[in-house]
């Protein structure tokens, strides 16, 4: 694997914690809830809800803003914090990291809707796991990959991204946001934890 390809995924791994940690920590807070309407407003599909209670407009108001500030620090000092290695990162202004940042964290929210969507037609509740043995590996697999597929897919569209990039941010990234959910499973905000 060749270096540039393993700082890449290192940034963008590092970068969506950060915006990660930030949102477990909103998520938590008393002031969110204010904001804990539900994004689909209760509409229906086939007499199901569209995505549940669960996908709320306080889940968007601090990750994409935040992957946007932790985008621009790091990739906008790239120079001062890597050194010879930011050589390595795109060759973007501090702003313009920032707004890549943005659309990564607005990709991570939204990657998770149409999961969501179809657990709801397949009578999954929200923050529930799938009770059929068919399909509960499908599931599974797609609560870990579905935010991290988003993110590479949007970052593919916007900048060069190696293949070695997506190999790594597939392989560490699904434990990184597993880890968030266990994260979020004992701090109560979700009611299971994988």
């Not at 204010?34 to 669960?54: A, E, H, S, T, Y």
């Not at 932790?70 to 920032?98: K, P, R, V």
Request: charged letters at 15%; glycine letters at 8%; proline letters at 6%.
């Amino acid at each position: 694997m060749n270096q540039e390809a393993i700082i890449k995924a290192a940034f963008l791994l590092l970068t969506m914690t950060a915006a990660g940690a930030a949102h477990v920590i909103w998520l938590r807070s008393t002031l969110s809830r204010r904001f804990g309407w539900p994004i689909d407003g209760g509409l229906m599909l086939r007499g199901r809800r569209l995505f549940g209670d669960n996908k709320r407009v306080c889940g968007f108001m601090v990750l994409p803003p935040t992957a946007a500030l932790s985008f621009m620090i790091l990739g906008g000092n790239s120079d001062i914090l890597l050194g010879e290695l930011a050589l390595d990162l795109w060759n973007l202004s501090a702003w313009q990291f920032a707004g890549l940042g943005l659309a990564c964290g607005l990709a991570f929210m939204l990657a998770e809707l149409p999961n969501s969507l179809l657990k709801r037609q397949l009578d999954i509740a929200p923050g529930e796991a799938p009770t059929q043995p068919k399909i509960r590996p499908l599931i599974l697999l797609l609560d870990r990959y579905d935010s991290v597929l988003g993110v590479l897919i949007i970052l593919s569209l916007l900048v060069p991204v190696p293949i070695a990039t997506w190999f790594w941010v597939l392989v560490v990234g699904p434990l990184v946001h597993a880890v968030f959910s266990i994260m979020m499973h004992c701090l109560g905000i979700k009611e299971r934890a994988l």
